[in-house]
């Protein structure tokens, strides 16, 4: 059980991980591995534990904020969190049979190629056809004009490359405790045609249940730590419902920057943990 010191320092840190996850649509889980393991010297396995049960604290903050400014595509989110739930649960099996240096690697392989992937795309100005060669809306009823000024109507391309990403999504949520918002917001974003602001306001409605479904499979093993979890889970708390309020004002451009930086730091710091 952690000092009054080390608690007080876990809300903090978790804070911080829930201000950044609500706002870039991470859940924070991809912060909360890195400050758990680097920090505070817990198990990557447990860290992750944890970090699932942060991951679903700000889901329940953020989303309720996103569907009021009617950001979120709450449609497309449940469609797409069918499959994410379902490779959670073939994550989180999974999860124990890999030593802790193979899950290091296989998180900084996925920060390093997201945040690449990131940074070389740009946000289509208000008005302009974000994939002009597609043709016509598909009439699968999520083409959307949102009620919201600051953002563009769009459609939705490639509906089955969102479901097996989002299959993907759940699998590496489960492994590396993320929420499969590291995976889901550059998904809808890059391959699906939804405006950066509308594709993290989803994840964060998706991340939830997600990370719940990974959770059940880690609390059965006893892979989460209620001491450590607790004021985790209060920081995040404190931190997304902050992030979701204030997300509106952030321009997408800066979203994305700090997306990227976010990405790369952490992925520096996992890759020297892998490789120890």
Known sequence: MPDAGIALLMVAGGAAAGLFGSLLGLGGGVLIVPILTLGFGLPLREAVGVSLVAVIVTSSAAASVYLERHVANLRLGMSLELFTATGALIGGT?????SEQVLAALFTVLLVYTAFTMARRHEP??????TPDEGPPPASGFTTAPAHPEIPPYAIHHLGWGIVGSLFAGVVSAL??????????PLMNLAMGVPLRVATATSNLMIGITAAASAIIYLVRGGIDPYVAGPTAVGVFLGASLGSRTAHRIDVRLLRLMFVVVL??????MAGRALR
């Open 176 to 185: 590396l405790g993320i929420g499969g918002g590291l995976i889901k917001v």
């Open 94 to 98: 999974v999860a124990f049979l890999l």
């Open 264 to 269: 790369l730091v952490t992925a520096w710091q």
């Open 125 to 130: 100005a208000p008005g302009d056809d974000p």
